[in-house]
């Protein structure tokens, strides 16, 4: 069975069991305190030598690290990645994009506030990180739109990178109030049948 090692309140290890869900497929869960540093022991670095999660453990063994890599692992011929040439590539856009332009500020911010100690030295990160976030959230807002999901007509891994850190926003201090037809997206997502919240492990 394939087995997700994952940390509940983490949006890339979200992003993993969105997708498991969306396919169906059966895992076992290994949940890793990334606060206490669970994922820098030695027998975690043997598996992901980058000590983060979410990682994949394949029934032979192997391991996949980077949360879109795994998404793209696990779509692949399936509904949720499209086949065409240019849209495979336009789905890798929006997850390039989501790992560039969005979690670094996004993401990190919701970590320094809801998982960092009041006094932590790195709330001093989170003005900075106010603009390239709202950046981020408006650069979703123009295509969005005009689109029902981020390629194609249809749901895919792109939605599910950036549905993960984006509905969870406002706990990193991102008020999405101005940005509609983000909202009316989160929605949609969370409307379809097989959606998991990201506190259901
Ligand atoms: N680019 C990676 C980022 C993974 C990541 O930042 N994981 C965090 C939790 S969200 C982690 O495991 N941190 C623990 C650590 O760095 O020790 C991905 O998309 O999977």
Redesign the pocket.
């Not at 969105?18 to 540093?37: H, K, M, Q």
């Not at 949720?80 to 856009?93: H, M």
């Not at 709330?123 to 689109?147: F, I, N, W, Y």
């Not at 706990?171 to 969370?190: C, I, M, N, Q, T």
């Given at each position: 069975m394939l087995r997700l090692y994952d940390?509940l309140p983490?949006?890339?290890?979200y992003k993993c069991r969105l997708a498991l869900a969306e396919l169906g497929l059966p895992y076992e869960r290994i949940e890793l305190d990334?606060v206490a540093?669970e994922?820098?022991t030695d027998a975690f670095l043997n598996k992901n030598p980058n000590?983060?999660?979410?990682a994949l453990e394949l029934d032979d063994g192997r391991v996949l690290?980077?949360?879109?890599a795994i998404l793209w692992y696990l779509a692949e011929d399936t509904a949720l990645l499209p086949g065409e040439a240019y849209d495979r590539a336009d789905v890798l856009r929006w997850m390039f994009f989501e790992?560039y332009s969005h979690?670094p500020f996004i993401?990190t911010s919701r970590f320094i506030l809801e998982h960092l100690p009041a006094d932590s030295p790195r709330r001093d990160e989170l003005p900075a990180k106010q603009e390239p976030g709202h950046a981020a959230l408006s650069v979703m807002e123009r295509h969005l739109t005009d689109h029902a999901f981020f390629v194609t007509d249809e749901f895919s891994i792109a939605d599910i990178a950036l549905y993960a850190y984006t509905h969870v926003a406002p706990d990193g201090g991102f008020d999405l109030k101005p940005y509609s037809a983000v909202r009316a997206w989160l929605e949609r997502v969370a409307a379809r049948p097989l959606h998991v919240a990201i506190t259901e492990g």
């Amino acid at each position: 069975m394939l087995r997700l090692y994952d940390y509940l309140p983490s949006g890339n290890g979200y992003k993993c069991r969105l997708a498991l869900a969306e396919l169906g497929l059966p895992y076992e869960r290994i949940e890793l305190d990334i606060v206490a540093g669970e994922t820098r022991t030695d027998a975690f670095l043997n598996k992901n030598p980058n000590g983060k999660i979410p990682a994949l453990e394949l029934d032979d063994g192997r391991v996949l690290a980077e949360s879109n890599a795994i998404l793209w692992y696990l779509a692949e011929d399936t509904a949720l990645l499209p086949g065409e040439a240019y849209d495979r590539a336009d789905v890798l856009r929006w997850m390039f994009f989501e790992q560039y332009s969005h979690e670094p500020f996004i993401a990190t911010s919701r970590f320094i506030l809801e998982h960092l100690p009041a006094d932590s030295p790195r709330r001093d990160e989170l003005p900075a990180k106010q603009e390239p976030g709202h950046a981020a959230l408006s650069v979703m807002e123009r295509h969005l739109t005009d689109h029902a999901f981020f390629v194609t007509d249809e749901f895919s891994i792109a939605d599910i990178a950036l549905y993960a850190y984006t509905h969870v926003a406002p706990d990193g201090g991102f008020d999405l109030k101005p940005y509609s037809a983000v909202r009316a997206w989160l929605e949609r997502v969370a409307a379809r049948p097989l959606h998991v919240a990201i506190t259901e492990g």
